[in-house]
């Protein structure tokens, strides 16, 4: 195989570009952006950082769907961002719920105007007793190859923006009436946790995902805390110390195999960055203590990661890394070519660990019957009939 042929399988190529719509979006501006819009649209330079803390406010706390809504911005600069700028945030197309409770949803993302086509992505939104965790997406498509992911096996359409991934969350609290009105008896948010382990990989859209975290986790805003925000990542070594220092999230890595011959097959971005890069960078990831472990995660396929060797061997390979590891059932998708392993060798592969020192949950499949759970997301929606997304529409427009 040619050195090219070989770099395909690993990374896929973006089909598009972003086309901003007419009208933009504020969602997804930092402060300094906000400022920077609203001198485009005329704001005098005393007025705007007032104003951009007040968009701040209606946006990220009162989770505002239009500017009629921000009672405390005068009537005239209310229709002078209306005829420029919009809240706009992703469309629910359709929303589909699981037995167990969790929630997806297939969300269209605004177009670049006439001719644009638009995208979809999915999030997930998975309920706890102690926690609620939103599944967010980075990518539409997967830059990735992993032999095991249905997700990956889409094309590559193009990077998020930080707008659009500060939607989902945005879109989330909405559908679940999660923003600062709520009334619970506790007050407690529902969405507590974010994951960044939905479409694509974060790694290869740092700059949007950064910024997209850095709104997320603003404590004068949507206000959930960094380390309430997983990272997760393929192995995209470059940028792995960059999200210590630049966003301070937790991270987790999808390791899934302890030799390169098969982590080469697994997740091929192996071939690239192998296993004793990614590690060094994880003994060097900013910030990593006991307190601040960093999560493997490991989906279990029986008969080729599963032996007690790939145990004694995952303990070794992890040796002075602050981790836990969590062990993933896989989850199955039409065409797969792997299984499950039995529910007995996954106890005894987690119990191995366990004794070895390493936290070592067995994650609960959440959402497998509507393709909810992890590496299952968009492919199935995407077939569904005309007249089943129109359904499903209706469905969430009307719940």
Not at 95 to 103: F, K, L, N, P, V
Not at 216 to 231: F, K, M, P
Not at 306 to 329: E, F, H, M, T
């Amino acid at each position: 195989m040619t050195p090219s042929a070989a770099s395909a399988l690993v990374e896929k190529t973006p089909l598009e570009t972003y086309v901003p719509p007419a009208k933009p979006s504020l969602i997804g501006l930092s402060r300094a952006q906000l400022c920077d819009r609203l001198g485009e649209i005329g704001v005098a330079p005393p007025q705007r950082k007032m104003r951009a803390q007040q968009l701040w406010h209606w946006l990220y706390v009162r989770g505002a769907r239009d500017f009629s809504e921000m009672t405390n911005v005068s009537k005239e600069m209310r229709a002078t961002l209306a005829e420029h700028l919009t809240v706009d945030r992703p469309e629910v197309v359709a929303e589909q719920i699981s037995a167990d409770g969790t929630r997806k949803w297939l969300l269209r993302l605004p177009s670049g105007g006439d001719g644009q086509k638009a995208h979809e992505v999915e999030c997930v939104y998975i309920p706890e007793t102690d926690r609620g965790t939103l599944c967010v997406s980075s990518q539409v498509g997967c830059t990735l190859n992993c032999s095991f992911c249905h997700t990956g096996t889409q094309r590559l359409v193009r990077n998020l923006t930080a707008g659009e991934i500060v939607g989902q969350v945005m879109v989330a609290r909405d559908r679940l009436g999660d923003w600062i009105d709520r009334e619970t008896p506790n007050g407690n948010r529902l969405i507590t946790n974010i994951v960044m382990m939905g479409m694509g990989e974060p790694l290869y859209n740092f700059d949007a995902v950064r910024d997209a975290l850095l709104i997320v986790s603003d404590n004068e805003g949507i206000g959930i805390s960094r380390r309430r925000i997983t990272l997760s990542t393929s192995g995209v070594v470059p940028n792995i110390k960059r999200t210590g220092d630049e966003i301070g999230v937790m991270l987790a890595i999808s390791l899934h195999a302890v030799r390169d011959e098969l982590r080469d097959e697994l997740v091929p971005l192996n071939r690239k960055y192998p296993l004793k890069e990614l590690l060094q960078a994880c003994r060097d990831y900013p910030g990593a203590s006991n307190a601040r472990r960093i999560t493997f995660e490991y989906v279990m396929l029986k008969g080729v990661n599963d032996s007690l060797d790939d145990a004694r061997r995952l303990v070794q390979l992890l040796k002075g890394i602050p981790a836990k590891i969590n062990l993933i059932p896989f989850n199955p998708w039409p065409g797969s070519k792997y299984e499950c392993s039995d529910w007995d060798q996954i106890e005894k592969f987690s119990e191995y660990i366990f004794n070895a020192g390493y936290s070592s949950p067995v994650r609960t499949p959440r959402g497998r019957d509507i393709l909810a759970a992890c590496g299952q997301l968009k492919s199935e929606t995407e077939k569904l009939s005309v007249r089943e997304r129109n359904a499903l529409r209706a469905m969430a427009m009307t719940d």
